[in-house]
């Protein structure tokens, strides 16, 4: 029966220690303690915010920085390909006017050769007129001493003439 | 030295200790006359005492002496517990009860009024009990040692949360914040809401009350072994003051429940107000519920263990040799029954905890609570 007959004396220490204990515990302990979880709950809950937050800005610097280098390299890629066009254009002008300026070259050097040419025969047909005259001149003299040999001449010449 | 080989020492030297004890038992059985009484071994045990009993029998008993405290006519009356030679002696004129008053302490009357001495065996002293008996028992010991151990742990964790904010949690810290963390989660916020920061500090100084109470009464040697939380006037003491608290914070909607129950025929409550007077009743068997499941809890726990030493005994007494053949059965039981004492310790503080959350969180009635987790044990 002592089992379960509550004593007086504990009833009575019992409430005056848990009484004390609750007021000191619930004065200098539980609110320093919870209040000290809920900050470190809300500071390590803030912390990992600021990285999600950090993450997503480090991800959309990456992403405009990706989408730069594109950009970039479509540029260089344009420049390049107008440059390469740029310069194609002008060799072909260039080859166009180099091949225009050597074609005419070629026709004044013709031209010139032609001319050299006809001069050449002009003055070789002078020269030539000219031994002519002067070897017909030094045969007409040497021929003319001789009476019959200038009649046969002119007999040639006549025949010559006739043919002509 | 590594774990394991430290481990398998530290199983050999509890071996050898445990055979050294079985051999002093052994020898002790055959040397005694007395018979072994496993009943009053064991109630001696689990109830209070005006001494603490650390070893040892009779005459040679190392007991540590605690003052006693009686207001006998309104005097005030101190004097220790070794006075009564463990209830063998008056002295003043008080002594130990006996019979029907065993636990209590009586004065004596008429001629012995002032009686101090031995008390004969078979001699009649007409007495009457002492009701103004505020003496620091055994269990009133063994409180105030568990109020300055949690007063001491709390204090020492606040003052790590105060001086090293927003820090990993080491040491007791570390130890404490889990169990606070899981009361706050599990236990307090959903079944008061936004209520919780009123009633936390009492749920709390509640759960490790009893925890650290369960704890130390597991542990058989001083200064733990008192059954204090096994013991009906301190779960008596707790469940009324959740009673109070319950009451107090009690709302309309609490009362309007009790006395016109909604989802209940009208004819239990018109004619005969059935269901009203089951409400009523209800209110206070919670708080009976309480202290009896806590108390029954605890003092069967240590029952069980003591009945598991005490059939050492029981079969020493027949024959020493059985004794001996017994004991690693009953200390494997004892063991396993420690095991279950830890776990029974964690969860009658909890269970006592919850219920209490839920039913302030009850009666404060604002808002729909989750009253799911219900564990009945």
Known sequence: ???????????????????????????????????????????????????????????????????????AKAERDALLAEARKVSEEMYEKAKLKASAESQAMIEDAKKSIYFEKMKAITDAKNSIANFSIDIAQKLIT??????????KLVEKWMDDLHFN | MSYKSFERRLAAFFCTLILLFACQNLSAATEETEKFDAGPFIIEHVID????????????????????????DGHPVVFMSSKFHHGEAAY???????????????????????????????????NHVCKWDISITKNVCALFISLILITCIFLSVAKRYKEHPNEVPSGLQALVEPIIVFLQDEVITPSLGKNSNKYAPYLLTLFFFIFLNNMLGIVPIFPGGANLTGNIAVTGVLAIITFFVTT?????????????????????????????????????????????????????????????VSLIFIFGQMNPAIGLAVSPVSIFFYIFMGLMELLVAFIQAFVFTLLSAMYIGMAIGEEEHEHEAVVEA
């Open chain 1, 1 to 71: 029966m002592e089992l379960i007959k509550p004593s007086f004396g504990l009833i009575f220490w019992m409430l005056i220690g848990f009484a004390v204990l609750f007021f000191i515990l619930a004065k200098f302990a539980w609110p320093i303690i919870t209040n000290g979880i809920a900050a470190r709950n809300k500071k390590i809950a803030d912390q990992l915010e600021e990285a999600a937050k950090i993450h997503e800005e480090m991800e959309s610097l990456n992403k405009r920085h990706e989408e730069m280098m594109v950009q």
């Open chain 1, 142 to 151: 040497e021929e003319l001493t001789d009476r019959e040999k200038q009649e």
């Open chain 2, 49 to 72: 005492s005006y001494g603490w009993h650390i070893c040892g029998d009779g005459d040679k008993s190392v007991t540590i002496p605690l003052p006693i405290i009686l207001f006998d």
């Open chain 2, 92 to 126: 003043n004129g008080y002594a130990m009860g006996w019979g029907e008053n065993k636990g209590s302490i009586v004065k004596l009357d008429g001629n012995y009024a002032d009686y101090t001495g031995l008390l004969e065996e078979g001699e009649m002293y007409e």
């Open chain 2, 248 to 308: 107090f914070s009690s709302g309309k909607e609490y009362w309007k429940d009790i006395f016109n129950t909604p989802g209940v025929p009208w004819w239990l409550k018109i004619p005969l107000p059935l269901m009203p007077l089951v409400e009523v009743i209800g209110i206070f068997t919670k708080p009976f519920v309480l202290m009896v499941r806590l108390f029954a809890n605890i003092t069967a726990g240590h029952i069980i263990t003591l009945a598991f």
